[in-house]
């Protein structure tokens, strides 16, 4: 669906920028899920994103936006009694004239906009180990300061969406129905995920029997999901909250791992280039507890290395299970590409069961 200049110009005019705006219809950044734009005041003194939220996915965009407006409130007045800086450390939803978080267009195109966070940088992919280490504890912080935030009042803007067991039990159906009669290619990617049932419940167990809390997760914990300052390097500000929902530490932790502790990419065919990166889980282990790691249990601390092993294990069941439906939820660029995906995540996952007692270690030396 493309958006014309006319279309973004109507949108940015019921919004409350505090002036007249002047709209770009080319999209910024490097997003995938939303249509980005950015905003600038007539005068050019401020400018500020406006976003059209993909509503395939969250088809629920006034809770989506319940969930950002409260997780963004909170987040300021601690960033305020820190002596941080709100207008940078935070999302801002700019309202519309009218006074709501969010415009529908004519369309039913659902709209919001944010403060544009200035002076920053958005890795896309970890270049440095320091990089990594920055987001690290820029994410640690963002759960410390989200720790007493009552998650389970957070709508669930992807149903079941680190759900494992559930995961589980879609691929267990995608296999029986086998409507491609692709299963025959892949018995021993079959026999993998079958040797790991039990996996798939360690966390919701831990969670079921009181062992780790609730949290408030952001449950797409990319490197370019935070913006680092471009003067000083600190991290700044974690974006892109459409994903925040009730969930577990292990989840943001574990996704961080799985795809930035790694030089390979996400679809590498040549299993032989596939190396987890037990160093580089070391480094961000530290980073993200030497922010987060006060609020944490022993028992927590250890889930985060299990979080690892099974956002891993998860998204290579995902892969596979679209896979077997016939590659029409994750797009393809070849054939066979949601496979390669798949063994890329369980050529990881095996290396990760091979370090384990290490990865425990680091997030809990000495079970401490
Ligand atoms: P998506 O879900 O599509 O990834 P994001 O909310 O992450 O959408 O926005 C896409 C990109 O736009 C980000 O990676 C970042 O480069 C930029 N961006 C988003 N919000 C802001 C902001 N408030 N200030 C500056 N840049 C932003
Ligand atoms: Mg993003
Ligand atoms: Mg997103």
Redesign the pocket.
């Known amino acids: 669906k493309s958006v014309t200049l006319s279309l973004l110009q109507s949108v940015a005019n019921a919004f409350d920028f505090g002036g007249p705006v002047l709209c770009d219809a080319h999209h910024?950044?490097?997003?995938?899920?939303?249509d980005?734009f950015v905003v600038w005041r007539e005068d050019h003194s401020k400018r500020f994103?406006l976003?059209r939220i993909n509503t395939d996915t969250f088809t629920n965009p006034v809770g989506l936006m319940e969930n950002v407006c409260g997780v963004t409130r909170h987040l300021r007045a601690k960033i305020l009694a820190e002596g941080g800086d709100p207008a940078r450390e935070t999302?801002n939803v700019i309202p519309t004239l009218s006074g709501s978080t969010y415009y529908l267009d004519a369309d039913g195109g659902a709209w919001r906009a944010?403060?544009?966070?200035e002076d920053?940088i958005?890795l896309q992919q970890v270049g440095s180990e320091t990089d990594f280490r920055t987001v690290a504890e820029t994410l640690g912080k963002f759960q410390n300061q989200l720790e007493d935030y009552p998650a389970s009042t957070l709508h669930e803007t992807i149903a079941r969406f680190h759900d494992t067991p559930n995961r589980y039990a879609n691929f267990e159906k995608a296999l029986a129905a086998d409507a491609l009669s692709r299963a025959k290619n892949i018995t021993s990617e079959i026999e993998f995920i079958h040797a790991r049932e039990q996996d798939c419940h360690v966390l919701l167990d831990q969670l079921a029997a009181g062992e780790i809390p609730l949290r408030v997760t952001h449950n797409?914990t990319k490197i370019?999901?935070v913006?680092i300052d471009a003067a000083t390097g600190k991290g700044i500000c974690v974006?892109?909250l459409?994903t925040v929902m009730p969930g577990l530490s292990a989840y943001d932790f574990g996704d961080s791992i799985r795809t930035g502790a790694n030089d390979c990419a996400e679809d590498e065919p040549d299993q032989s280039k596939v190396h987890f990166d037990l160093h580089l889980y070391e480094v961000f282990a530290k980073g993200y507890l030497s922010t987060a790691g006060a609020s944490m249990s022993m028992a927590e601390k250890k889930s985060l290395a299990w979080g690892a092993r099974l956002m891993t294990l998860e998204c290579g069941i995902r892969f596979l299970t679209d896979y077997l439906e016939g590659d029409h939820y994750f797009h393809i660029a070849r054939p066979d590409h949601n496979l390669d995906r798949a063994r890329t995540q369980f050529t990881l996952v095996r290396q990760m069961e091979e370090v384990f007692d290490q990865m425990l270690e680091i997030v809990c030396p000495d079970n401490r």
């Not at 944010?114 to 966070?117: H, Q």
């Open positions: 910024y950044g490097e997003g995938h899920i939303n980005t994103i976003q999302l944010y403060d544009f966070v920053t958005c797409d370019n999901n913006l974006i892109d459409d």
